[in-house]
Structure formats: C-alpha cells, structure tokens
C-alpha cells in the first residue's frame, strides 16, 4: 500500500474526551489509557489543553515522558501564552506536535472574536509562525469550519501552510454538515488551495445530528488524510467520531484502498478501560464494541449466523478483540438457537423430542423477556431454586458480609463442594469484591472475572437485581447468572453458577 493510502489516527480521548461533565481523569489513569492507545497504534494522542489547568499541564508532561511512538500533541488557542505553556508541557515528549488554531466562520468572527476575516487570517498565520520556533510539527485548526464560507477557508488554510503548519485541521465543530457537504469542502481545499500538497488534512467532526462517523469518511474519500476521533466517540455534547468505528470502516471496506496502522483486536479492551476510567457506560446498541454489536436474538438471524457466521455479520468479533458472538434467547429465537444452547448444556435432543421442549420453551419466553442458562436447566427438569444450584456439584451454603465507612469490607463464605462443606474469609475493595475472593479462597483456581452487569428488573431500591457475569478459566468462557434483592447475593449466585458450568 502506498503512503497516499495511509490514515492517520489522531486521538483525542484525553483532551476533547475528558471534556465530558464527569468524565475527569486523574493523570495516572490518563497515562495509563495512554500507554493503551500507543499499544493500539494510534499515530497522534492529544494529550490536553495545557494552559487550561496545571493537572492538564502537568498530564502532557507525564505523558510525554512515558509515550515514545506516537506524536504527542496540545492544545491552544492562537496566543502566546497558551503556546508558550503547550511548548513547556511537550518539553519531554520524543515527537511533539502543537495544535493552535482559531475560528474561521463569520458567526465565530463576529459573535466570538467581535474581529473581522482580515484581522481573523492574521491571528491564524501569526500563531502558526509563534509556534513554528518551538516545534516543526505545528497543527492549525480552523474551528467551525463546517459553517464557514469556502472562499475564506481556503484563503485561511493556504495562509497557515504557508506559515509553516504541516497539518490543518478542518472541523465541523458543531456537527451541522452532511456528509455530501463536508466531502465537498474537503475537495474544494484539495481543488483551490494553491500549497495544499505541503500539509495533510485532517478532519474532526462531532455527532449532533449523528453524522460524525460518515462525515470523516467522506472527507477521506475527498483527501483527508487524518482521522480525529475518540473512544467509545465520546467528547462535547453528543460526541466525537468514534475512532473504532473509522478503523473498522476502513478495514472492511478494502474497495476504499485506505489503512491505518490501527491493531484492531485491542479495541474492545481498551473501550472497556475508557468506559470505566471516564465512567461513561456505552450504549448496548453501539456500533462495533457495544454490548449487542454481536448479539443475535431473531430466530431467522441465529439460524443464519449458527449455519454461516457472514449471513448476518459483517465483522468478525474476533476482529475487534470480543471473543464471540451471543446467540440470545428470547420469545423470537428459532428451533436452532435453542438445540445450540441445549447442546452446549449437554443436551442431545433429536427432532421430535426438540419440537416438543420448543413449544414448552416458548410458554416460558413469553413470560420472561430473556432465557438463561437456569431457565433452561429448569425447563429440562433441573431447576430447583431462584439460583439454580442445588444439583451442581458447587453450592452456597453461607454468606456474610461485613462492610461500611470507613470500615474495610470483609465477607465470609461457606461453600459445598461434592458434599464437602468449605469455608474462607478475605477482605477486598468492597462486599462484592470480598465475597469473590473468599470464593478464590476455597477452590484455589484461576478464574478471570470479563463481564460483570448488574441489572434492576423494574426499578427501585426493593426491585430484584439480576446479575449477569462472564468469567475466563484456561482460555474459555462461562456465562454465570444470579437474581436476589440483595446485589451481593446475586453477584455471588452468578459467579457459583459460572463455577458450575466450569467444574
């Protein structure tokens, strides 16, 4: 593939990210998202906006020093005391790259700046060439160019190159263009920008009307050669592009031509960092990495994924680092769906007797919104209680917690394992947490705790919670399930029930 062909991914999980009510990160955490994005292989981390606050400033010097591949960049306005600080903050980093920039549309010119074009193109150029004697890699973004009069933009890009900047940032800040239309300003800069050859265009585009991911798409296909995005597509208002979906974009649509140097089976691990990090759930339906990206609950869908993964998936799961796809149960799943689920419960069933378990399966979805690995088990005859174990070779005997502040959490728990009853005590960072590794404590195993979910099922703090856990032992996994009102107890119940299944 040729240089021309390649994309560069620019993140900016840490700066535009972090700019989310709530989504603060300490500098430790930032490092340590950091370090996972240059495993990723993004070719740009923005590290922060270093005159904003001494944490952001003293985050871009941390990061500087514990990065080494990917260009680290910051962010300012176009003064010198912002530059000044960015050109301080990036004193340790191996690359660096200083992203200056100012509004470019009239309704930034007159209503932010109270200033006019000319006054606006001199502040432009003036700040490329500021920072230009700090660093050979200066950015310039031109905010809210989505808006801005084309004649102008040009006019404002080919006067930044001409100062020195190596890459110009055109972003539809505000989320308000089409795809067609950001596209077409894209080529218009490719078409009547005299030195465009001597930067390379980047877009960054934010999802207001859900347009984020398509409009950067189109400006690659229009000359773009840097993509800026976030994980999860967080950011301002409704979010970023998302970067796991451009990579994805890019690496299915191989008719493009384009590439990133992005390893794509990192994403869904580095997503589940972010998303505990910034504590900001992803929504199940989330293109690429959310919870049902891969799950399968239409009957005529599960027969076609079970018979042919590609009839209803386009991705591999594999691809983005989830180890499979889920065929859910529901009062929608097929004959086939439910024979897979049996079979993997250790059920053989030949059709005739599969017709019949299918129509009493049936009557039980229809009361219940989804089927578990218990419900199955009961709908076969060995269901006994809400949890389910009592004919497993592992069940809950005793459990007692003990937890409060400042007091550190401690549980104890008895277990009976074949007839052999077994107790441990430990403490951990909170009652789930101790109760857990009390547990580790009796059957001495490696078991890795991948998904853990807790769910009201109608609301309110006397509901019944239903815990749902996926653990990893010796490389395969097991899905665990629990329901109680009381959270401890049914997060216990899940990861006894995952046990079962191992053992």
């Not at 709530?22 to 955490?29: R, S």
């Not at 270093?50 to 003293?58: A, M, V």
């Not at 390379?200 to 993509?227: E, F, K, P, Y």
């Not at 979010?239 to 974009?249: F, K, Q």
């Amino acid at each position: 593939m040729s240089d021309k062909n390649r994309v560069y991914v620019f993140d900016t999980t840490l700066r535009d990210g972090e700019q989310v009510p709530g989504c603060q990160l300490t500098t430790v955490e930032k490092i340590t998202i950091a370090k996972e994005l240059e495993a990723l292989g993004v070719d740009v981390i923005e590290a922060g906006f270093p005159i904003s606050s001494p944490g952001d400033f003293q985050s871009v010097v941390e990061i500087s020093k514990a990065v080494s591949e990917p260009v680290i960049c910051a962010l300012t306005r176009a003064n010198t005391m912002d530059i000044d600080a960015a050109a301080e903050a990036l004193r340790f980093a191996k690359r660096k790259r200083i992203h200056t920039g100012i509004g470019s549309s009239d309704m930034h010119i007159k209503y932010k700046f109270n200033s006019t074009r000319e006054e606006i193109l001199k502040r432009a150029a003036d700040a490329v060439k500021y920072a230009r004697k700090f660093v050979d890699d200066v950015e310039f973004y031109a905010e809210d160019a989505g808006r801005a009069d084309n004649a102008y933009l040009a006019q404002m890009i080919e006067a930044v190159i001409a100062a020195g900047a190596t890459v110009v940032n055109i972003p539809d800040t505000n989320g308000y263009c089409l795809p067609d239309q950001y596209g077409a300003k894209i080529k218009y800069l490719m078409d009547h920008v005299s030195n465009i050859d001597k930067a390379i265009i980047s877009v960054h585009c934010h999802n207001d009307l859900g347009m984020a991911t398509a409009n950067s798409i189109a400006g690659v296909i229009n000359g773009a050669r840097q993509v800026e995005c976030t994980i999860n597509g967080i950011g301002e208002r409704a979010g970023n592009t998302s970067l796991e979906e451009v990579a994805m974009i890019l690496k299915t649509h191989h008719a493009l031509g384009y590439h990133t140097g992005i390893q794509s089976k990192k994403l869904y691990h580095l997503s589940n960092m972010v998303e505990t990090m910034m504590r900001m759930p992803v929504q199940p339906n989330k293109a690429i990495i959310g919870r049902n990206a891969f799950a399968h609950s239409s009957g005529i869908h599960q027969d076609g994924v079970l018979k042919h993964r590609e009839n209803y998936e386009i991705l591999n799961p594999e691809d983005v680092g989830i180890e499979s796809n889920a065929i859910i149960l529901t009062a929608r799943s097929g004959r086939h769906a439910l024979k897979h689920h049996l079979e993997r419960l250790g059920y053989k069933l030949d059709k005739v007797n599969l017709d019949e378990v299918y129509q009493r399966f049936l009557v039980m979805a229809d009361s219940k919104k989804e089927i578990s690995d218990a419900d199955l088990l009961e709908l076969m005859g060995n269901g006994n209680d809400q949890n389910y174990t009592d004919d497993k070779a592992i069940k809950v005997t005793l459990l007692q917690v003990v937890c409060g502040d400042p007091l550190r959490p401690m549980a104890t728990v008895k277990l009976k394992i074949n007839g052999e009853e077994k107790e441990a005590s430990s403490a951990g960072n909170g009652p789930v947490d101790a109760a857990i590794n009390a547990i580790h404590e009796i059957i001495k195993d490696q078991i890795d705790i991948d998904e853990f979910n807790i769910q009201s099922m109608r609301g309110g703090s006397k509901d019944v919670s239903k815990v749902n856990m996926r653990v990893k032992h010796n490389g395969q996994s097991y899905y665990g399930y629990g329901t109680s009102t009381d959270i401890v107890n049914a997060s216990m119940h899940a990861y006894v029930d995952a046990l079962n299944k191992i053992y």
